[in-house]
């Protein structure tokens, strides 16, 4: 089994700044995979990026990129040039090879300020 | 392409009530899995299936129970429905090849249990 912890149950960022999302997971599978995900108040899931384990290179997508440090098992999300449109709930979360399931973090409420 | 369909978005019950719920996937995707999110216990995996069959299922009891049908379309049925049944149920598809995964998510069925 896995966990996925979140201990920031809040941040705050303003426009055009920089922050970091943490987490931290717990695993003893070798082969798996590590998500965040931005639920805005539409409440649907919105994949924001990925890493598979096995990849030593962060992974990036446009404004949002991960720090991904295997051993200490930690998965932050960095959000560049913040938008008023980034403030949503975040979730972490872990996939293992062997079984098709997402286990969630507890989220991060986001707010974005002018 | 039309994303993952969530219906109903929202429904009212009362206890001991019983509730199906459904869920269209991606048109192409074969694999339908479900979650319940509640404020206290979080995001947590219900069950999924893949081409009919459930491949893999969450720890919770079996008045929860599914079903997916031949063109992918799946359901949820929740029996003899408790307060603490009252959740948004989330629906996911997911898009496989030999090197990516993805899950899309839709939109929720926000359950009320009075």
């Known amino acids: 089994a896995q966990t996925v912890t979140q201990s920031q149950p809040e941040m705050s960022v303003q426009e055009a700044e920089t922050v970091t999302l943490s987490c931290t997971y717990d695993t003893s599978e070798s082969d798996y995979y590590l998500f965040w995900y931005k639920q805005p108040p539409s409440r649907q899931m919105i994949l924001v990026i990925r890493q598979e384990a096995y990849k030593q290179q962060n992974a990036t997508e446009n404004r949002f990129s991960v720090n991904f440090q295997k051993a200490a098992k930690s998965f932050s999300l960095k959000i560049s040039d913040s938008q008023l449109g980034d403030a949503a709930m975040y979730f972490c979360?872990?996939?293992?090879?062997?079984?098709?399931?997402?286990?969630f973090g507890t989220g991060t409420r986001l707010q974005v300020t002018l | 392409k039309a994303g993952v369909t969530q219906t109903p978005r929202y429904l009212i019950k009362t206890r001991g009530q019983q509730v199906t719920l459904s869920c269209s996937p991606i048109?192409?995707?074969?694999?339908v899995s479900w979650y319940q999110q509640t404020p206290g216990q979080g995001l947590q995996f219900l069950f999924e299936y893949f081409s009919e069959t459930q491949r893999n299922k969450g720890n919770f009891p079996g008045r929860f129970s599914g079903r997916q049908f031949s063109n992918s379309r799946s359901e949820m049925n929740v029996s003899t429905l408790e307060l603490g049944d009252s959740a948004l149920y989330l629906c996911?598809?997911?898009?496989?090849?030999?090197?990516?995964?993805?899950?899309?998510f839709g939109s929720g069925t926000q359950l009320s249990v009075l």
């Open positions: 048109s192409g995707h074969r694999s």
């Open positions: 979360a872990c996939e293992t090879g062997t079984a098709s399931k997402l286990t």
């Open positions: 996911a598809s997911r898009f496989s090849t030999a090197t990516n995964e993805k899950l899309f």
